[in-house]
């Protein structure tokens, strides 16, 4: 016996879709924003994340190759790499007399330079990957454990209780 009735939203307006979805979310779209890209609110979309085991993969995913991403790019930041620099030189030919002859000739010339480490980058990574080393406060102990002295404040001597 067929099926009655309409179709899902999740057969209708997510199913097509799927395979887009992790490219969505590894450009770093939101749940929030891909829910709207698919014209469903965030209550339905986390429904079918539980309802739908292929939709779920494939959220995750899309924020794996994200997470993934942004590490590597990180990385080279904090590191430092090679690039090389493309620049469109026009240039007018010159007869031999030197006159113009209005013709152009462009050239491409390729110089090939380096991003410096970036000092952001690498606190961060450190912090991150050893933060027993790494922190941004320092924990200062400020027990005195021997002397004889006294501690004495407005005129008033204060005890050790």
């Known amino acids: 016996m067929a099926k009655r009735g309409r179709e899902s939203m999740y057969e209708t307006k997510v199913k097509p879709f799927i395979n887009a979805i992790p490219s969505w979310r590894k450009k770093g779209l939101t749940e929030e924003q891909i829910a709207k890209k698919l014209g469903i609110s965030l209550a339905s979309l986390r ?85 027993e080393n790494w922190k941004d406060k320092q924990e200062i102990d400020n027990k005195i454990t021997s002397g004889n002295f006294k501690i004495i404040i407005d005129g008033e001597e204060l005890n050790d209780e």
């Open 47 to 131: 429904n079918y994340k539980i309802k739908h085991l292929p939709f779920l993969s494939a959220i995750k995913i899309g924020k794996e190759l994200l997470i993934s991403e942004l590490e590597e790019s990180l990385y080279k930041t904090a590191m430092g790499f090679p690039y090389n620099e493309k620049k469109i030189i026009k240039e007018k030919i010159v007869d031999s007399n030197g006159n113009a002859t209005g013709a152009e000739r462009v050239r491409t010339e390729v110089t090939e330079k380096f991003n410096a480490p970036s000092v952001g980058a690498l606190c961060f990574a450190l912090k991150n990957l050893d933060p």
